[in-house]
């Protein structure tokens, strides 16, 4: 694609002419900015005063002008602007920097072209970009900024060429690429043989939408078709539903497909075994055309000639040393800053999951223990690696990929080289270094709210800087972990440790309570079985392998004593001045488990405060059928949990990432009550929120969630970004569709 470029050096003439009072922006580009970055509201206040600055400024006229009049040649009426960034600190380990930034669509006008220009530019200030600079030790003098110009064609599909030394593979969307860069849609996959052009395996994706340049004037797009329009983005992109033919078809035809596996193989004979090609094929006049639209060398080291296949639990890519531990009980300690691979991982093991660098299992699925813990955590991960321990010896050089599952054995030197860890959008096809920003000026405001799932106080600040609304999931039987210190909560009452216990408890809620105020924390009660936590179980409990087993709220009815400690622990943070503290009962199987409870919440004094909220998880089918009174018994909101759900319903164990394709979230009967679970909720008066894995992992479902009127999202730190988005693209198509109805009448 042709292209021109906007330097380094106009970005920094622009920041010179920034006229403000404020001494902060008057320096630039000369300030350093060091700011705190553990103050959360003083790093969101710093850069949203920066890129409003910014913003509000003006693009010399003769600037636009140039460059209006250079974009013009092509004739085409939308542009891309892609942000690029060097940075003269050579001696200096930076990683990979290109995540925090991406590439801005406008229409080819001036006006446009000054806005995108500017929003360009301003996204080195946001929160996210602050902070990582900050981390490592860069000043702003030594950042360059450039940005590339490019013109958008409308495309017939778009996709990726990925190689390495065992082979290639394309993945492909119909349309533009936007789709695939905003993880909308899973794309079609073909796996190349090595230095061939034989397709040895290819998989058909799940293509709801497409992306093509917006042209009001367009027959295609006339009045016929206007019912397809999901949405119009900056008056230059045109979201639309594919029609169910088409999603059931491949974006590459027969003839087309050949086309970019030889285009591929030839930049991999003439640049190297390691590549990224992003290609696109367009129409023009009774021919059709392929376009390299960008070609890049991957981020981690060639991998060896061998490999393992599991399933990507926890997105990056990492390289270090193999530490096997096999099917061995929980280790006492695990090398620091190694590739950890064990049969299975329970929740005790957390404590040692801390300074890892990544993580392989022979078992689990999605939502298996070790999945949860290696999300939150933001180390790469991958499951259900079958014969892993046996296939890997400790003291190998891995490179684990947890994006596509897979494992290779890597025959050079290189250090460790950790590729993205909390990002897993594909920003420019590369995944991005730290955490989400707070919403930009620049971003659509949503009414739904987006929480969090959380666990450990050492995540707090990085979680902060989300555009989240609170916890939506705190999970204690993790929380805890890090001060049981290998014993049973019962073992510490049977030994007189009463006080202790309840003041550590109540420190690490605090912790959360204080971080997040006045956004609300909901504090999910313990809730697991004697198999999830084999080195903390006590002779009282069964060791029954059961899905089931006894854990949840009949657990509290068979021994109260952690339950009650619970309680205190949660008014103790109450008596310290925090409102925001909520309940949420797990595993509730009948109307008379969640009564108990309630009891018990009244005796400890937690209702006194009008703020408190006692919630409850939808997790278990019977919750369908008795709603109507829960709500009548006093619960004041419900969260539904789709990972046991899903279990239940389907009669899946979510352990066994074998079965992986049939425990899909979006099986109809569990999208059927789902809805249900929402209806019922809303006819009942009270808020329904959704912490399980399906909104994460399925970001299509969340426009049905956003229809049936889910009132908020709780998803892993890792999700945030890309969850936002899908809420803020769901709500506007709702208005959209309200908007024409309306206009129909």
Avoid at 245 to 269: F, M, W
Avoid at 276 to 283: L, P, R, S
Avoid at 694 to 712: F, H, N, R
């Amino acid at each position: 694609m042709p292209g021109f470029v906007v330097s380094a050096d106009v970005w920094r003439q622009f920041l010179e002419t920034l006229n403000s009072s404020e001494s902060l922006v008057a320096d630039l580009p000369y300030s350093s900015l060091h700011l705190d970055v553990a103050n959360w509201q003083q790093l969101q206040q710093v850069a949203g005063r920066l890129r409003q600055e910014i913003i509000s400024a003006n693009v010399p006229q003769h600037w636009v002008s140039t460059i209006f009049q250079a974009a013009q040649t092509w004739e085409k009426k939308c542009l891309i602007l892609r942000p690029t960034l060097a940075v003269s600190a050579a001696s200096q380990v930076i990683g990979n920097i290109s995540g925090l930034l991406e590439s801005v669509f406008c229409p080819c006008d001036q006006e446009a072209i000054a806005q995108a220009l500017k929003q360009a530019w301003s996204q080195l200030f946001r929160a996210r970009s602050l902070l990582y600079w900050q981390n490592v030790g860069i000043n702003l003098q030594q950042i360059n900024l450039a940005v590339l110009v490019q013109p958008v064609e409308n495309a017939i599909a778009s996709g990726l060429f990925n190689a390495n030394t065992l082979g290639a593979d394309i993945e492909a969307t119909w349309g533009l690429g936007v789709a695939i860069t905003n993880g909308e849609v899973l794309p079609d996959v073909y796996y190349i043989q090595d230095k061939t052009e034989v397709v040895r395996e290819r998989h058909l994706g799940n293509k709801i939408l497409a992306y093509r340049v917006h042209d009001p004037t367009s027959v295609a797009f006339g009045e016929s078709q206007s019912k397809s329009v999901l949405m119009i983005d900056n008056n230059c992109l045109l979201a639309y539903l594919l029609s169910e033919e088409q999603q059931k078809q491949y974006a590459l035809s027969k003839e087309l497909l050949p086309e970019v596996i030889v285009l591929g193989n030839q930049l991999v004979r003439e640049l190297g075994t390691k590549l990224t090609m992003k290609w696109t094929i367009t129409q023009e006049a009774s021919s059709t055309k392929l376009y390299i639209t960008q070609v890049s060398a991957p981020l981690s080291a060639i991998p060896g000639s061998y490999f393992i296949k599991g399933i990507g639990a926890a997105r990056g890519r990492v390289m270090a040393t193999a530490y096997v531990i096999g099917s061995q009980p929980k280790p006492a300690q695990i090398p620091q800053g190694v590739i950890l691979i064990a049969s299975a991982i329970t929740p005790d093991w957390l404590p040692l999951l801390h300074d890892v660098a990544g993580i392989i299992t022979e078992q689990g699925g999605l939502t298996s223990h070790a999945a949860i813990l290696s999300r939150e955590l933001g180390i790469p991960a991958i499951v259900n690696a079958i014969n892993a321990t046996n296939l890997i010896q400790t003291g190998e050089r891995l490179l684990l990929d947890g994006d596509r599952g897979e494992v290779y054995r890597s025959r050079g030197d290189e250090g460790v080289e950790e590729i993205s860890r909390w990002g897993d959008k594909r920003v420019e096809e590369e995944r991005k270094v730290i955490s989400s920003p707070p919403p930009s000026h620049s971003q659509s405001m949503i009414a739904t709210q987006l929480l969090v799932n959380l666990s450990q106080p050492s995540l707090i600040s990085k979680v902060q800087v989300l555009p989240v609304d609170g916890v939506g999931l705190l999970r204690s039987e993790l929380m805890v972990l890090n001060i049981l210190d290998g014993q049973n909560p019962h073992a510490w009452l049977l030994d007189g440790r009463h006080t202790e216990l309840l003041e550590l408890w109540s420190d690490q809620i605090m912790q959360f309570a204080s971080a997040f105020a006045p956004r609300p924390i909901f504090y999910r009660s313990l809730d697991w079985r004697p198999q999830d936590l084999p080195s903390l179980s006590d002779n009282r409990q069964s060791s029954s392998e059961s899905i089931l087993g006894e854990h949840g709220t009949l657990s509290y009815l068979r021994n109260p004593a952690v339950f009650e400690l619970e309680l205190a622990a949660l008014a103790a943070v109450q008596k310290r001045g925090y409102s925001n503290i909520h309940l949420m009962l797990p595993f509730v199987r009948t109307v008379e488990e969640f009564v108990f409870c309630r009891r018990k919440v009244e005796q400890a004094g937690l209702t006194q405060n009008s703020h408190f909220q006692l919630w409850m998880m939808a997790e278990v089918p019977s919750v369908l059928f008795l709603l109507p009174e829960y709500i009548k018994a006093g619960v004041a909101g419900i969260s539904i949990g789709t990972n046991d759900l899903t279990q239940l319903i389907l009669g899946v164990d979510r352990e066994q990432g074998q079965l992986g394709s049939v425990f899909d979230e979006r099986h109809p009967a569990v999208m059927g009550a789902i809805a249900q679970l929402i209806k019922t909720a809303k006819a009942g008066g009270i808020p329904c929120s959704i912490c399980g894995q399906a909104p994460a992992s399925y970001p299509e479902i969340i426009d049905k969630l956003v229809e049936w009127g889910i009132t908020s999202i709780s998803v892993e730190p890792e999700a945030v970004e890309r969850t936002y988005s899908a809420i803020a693209r769901a709500e506007q198509r709702l208005i959209l569709a309200a908007a024409r109805k309306q206009l129909g009448n």
